[in-house]
């Protein structure tokens, strides 16, 4: 049972295929990264974001074409408060790379990424509706899994885990 | 989900269209999945999905448990793989953990694994195929799959909800005589998927409804985040068990079917062909099953033997602290993926140094393949829909979690 201890320095990890394709691209896209148990996490600037999947998704040695998953983790009460987390593939180099945006509380929102991937539409709209996160561009952002009528987004930590009573 | 909203999702378009709802209790929706139909006679002109009738709020109640309590959950997510549920979600954690674990018990998961793809198909087949209307497969269907699920409470005590594998390991030794059980299932199932096979692979009626039906091109498929069958069967050749393999997959010998045509048909045949490879692990599983420990050696991890737990103090009060305050998961995050019966099943669990999960997420195959349904039904005719709905394989409670 030996963990090594992550690595979140952007020098040693510079030479990462998919940090130096966003490097290449735009170094204030990448705000840090992070190197951990065999998994690679790229922090990118929210204003960006769907930008650096189009750059990823047409990397010519090692396309990242395949959006994995869309979800969120909500930190409160630290700020930023949540990570919206991007899981994306490398069918042809089996490469898998997370990326994460950070957000803070008041009115969260990200661009969306259905123009890049449009299978990114239900995992946004799970996002919007148990978390509150607005996804800008998204074409249909309603509620997917709780009804229409709800109040409060569920997976939210400040919700409780019996609900409102 | 929308079904207290009393506005209609589609609005309807000029007088030429009418919108048909399908479901939730639909029979050949597989459970309670409503599709709102937006139709010009008996064409399809637009369809819209509606889920969230069976959310359980699963990945909410994961963050108030113990690691340890979560595998019963996962079980419950896709009630026709449980087992690879299970295996997804601990192997999971133990990648976040660190932890080794003995190649007996990664064996036995395999061939578990495999069976509980064999199990899922044949639900899919017998389902699928009595949506189109070829009533009898079902029965010979659930004939075998009535012999897994009973080698299922042999291993488990559960027919179903099995919860068998354990964060480093598995529950219990199997019991004796069950390899030779699944020996012999292993031994009489090819002769069975052959009879599935006479009864509809060249059958007239079967290749009507279904070749050349609900196309999808291999652009789509990636583009609408398909996996499993449902990819395969539009010729993009990948598979977690082959490409990225976890828990010994890369020991094993075996084929991934392809099929390049993209309609009911190819994904008919590439889970078809799939129940045969599955059959092939099992043998190997088998006959390559190593000896040795079923458990991790992580006493603070893994519940200790029933036996040493009453005579041995330690194990006593190992025992007592996993059960009361659970074990601790160092901080960090991973993604876990697994090749599940339809598709990429994913765990993505964050830790924040305590013994509940922060988060966990579950990135569920079928989730991402019903979005690839109004791509194949859209432009094609009304009792294709079924058709269509059946060869991706739904689970609902996957979808609705």
Redesign the interface.
């Known amino acids: 049972?030996?963990?090594a201890p992550?690595i979140t320095d952007l020098e040693q990890l510079k030479n990462h295929p998919a940090v130096a394709r966003l490097l290449g691209w735009n170094t204030e896209a990448v705000t840090g990264v992070k190197f951990?148990?065999d998994?690679m996490?790229i922090y990118v600037d929210r204003a960006h974001i769907r930008e650096a999947c189009v750059v990823l998704k047409d990397d010519p040695a090692c396309p990242f074409?395949?959006?994995?998953?869309v979800?969120c983790?909500?930190w409160y009460p630290a700020e930023p408060r949540f990570e919206v987390?991007y899981?994306l593939l490398s069918?042809p180099e089996?490469e898998?790379i997370?990326l994460k945006v950070r957000l803070n509380s008041g009115s969260p929102a990200v661009e969306s990424i259905t123009s890049v991937?449009?299978?990114?539409?239900?995992?946004e709209r799970?996002v919007f509706d148990?978390f509150g996160v607005r996804f800008t561009g998204h074409p249909y952002l309603?509620?997917?899994?709780?009804?229409?009528?709800w109040e409060g987004h569920?997976?939210r930590k400040d919700?409780p885990?019996e609900g409102y009573r | 989900?929308?079904?207290?909203?009393p506005t209609p999702v589609l609005e309807p378009g000029q007088d030429r269209t009418m919108i048909l709802n399908m479901g939730p209790q639909h029979p050949s929706t597989h459970g309670v999945l409503r599709v709102l139909l937006e139709i010009d006679g008996e064409t399809v002109v637009r369809m819209m999905p509606d889920?969230?009738f069976l959310?359980t709020?699963i990945?909410?109640?994961c963050?108030?448990k113990f690691y340890q309590q979560v595998v019963p959950l996962t079980d419950r997510i896709d009630y026709l793989c449980p087992m690879t549920n299970n295996l997804c979600y601990v192997l999971a954690v133990e990648?976040?953990?660190?932890?080794?674990i003995p190649p007996k018990a990664q064996w036995l998961r395999v061939l578990l694994n495999e069976l509980t793809r064999i199990n899922s198909h044949l639900v899919w087949l017998g389902t699928h195929a009595m949506d189109i209307g070829a009533l009898t497969v079902f029965l010979y269907c659930f004939r075998e799959r009535e012999e897994i699920l009973k080698i299922f409470e042999m291993v488990s005590g559960q027919r179903m909800m099995t919860s068998y594998f354990r964060v480093g390991g598995i529950a219990l030794e199997p019991p004796l005589g069950f390899f030779d059980r699944v020996r012999d299932f292993a031994g009489y199932f090819p002769e069975r998927i052959d009879q599935y096979e006479n009864l509809l692979t060249g059958n007239p009626i079967w290749a009507m409804r279904t070749k050349g039906v609900a196309r999808m091109t291999p652009e789509d498929a990636?583009?609408?985040?398909?996996t499993g069958p449902t990819l395969r069967g539009s010729g993009?050749d990948?598979d977690l068990r082959r490409?990225?393999p976890y828990s010994s997959y890369e020991k094993f010998q075996f084929k991934v079917p392809v099929s390049q045509e993209g309609d009911v048909f190819a994904r008919y045949m590439c889970r078809v062909q799939e129940l045969r490879e599955s059959t092939s692990i099992v043998r190997q599983a088998l006959d390559g099953m190593p000896e040795g420990a079923t458990k991790a050696d992580?006493p603070g991890i893994v519940l200790p033997d029933r036996e040493k737990m009453k005579t041995q103090m330690e194990s006593l009060i190992y025992h007592f602290k996993i059960i009361t305050e659970g074990f601790a998961v160092?901080a960090?995050?991973?993604?876990q993926?697994v090749e599940s019966p339809r598709g990429?099943m994913?765990y993505?669990i964050?830790s924040d140094g305590t013994a509940k999960p922060?988060?966990v997420?579950m990135?569920s195959a079928c989730?991402?393949n019903?979005?690839t349904l109004p791509k194949m039904c859209e432009g094609r005719l009304l009792a294709d829909v079924v058709a269509a709905i059946g060869s991706i394989d739904i689970v609902l409670g996957e979808i609705?979690?």
């Not at chain 1, 991937?117 to 995992?123: E, I, K, M, S, V």
């Not at chain 1, 309603?142 to 009528?149: A, F, S, Y």
């Not at chain 2, 960090?332 to 993604?335: F, R, S």
């Open positions: 049972m030996t963990l992550a951990d148990r998994e996490t074409n395949f959006l994995s998953d979800t983790v909500d987390v899981h069918i089996k898998r997370r991937w449009p299978g990114a539409n239900y995992f799970e148990l309603r509620r997917i899994l709780m009804p229409e009528d569920p997976l919700y885990v | 989900m929308a079904h207290l909203n889920i969230g959310h709020g990945e909410k109640t963050e108030a990648k976040l953990l660190g932890l080794e990636i583009a609408l985040g398909a993009v990948i490409d990225m992580a160092p960090g995050e991973v993604y993926a990429e994913g993505y964050v922060y988060r997420h990135r989730f991402a019903l979005q609705d979690r």
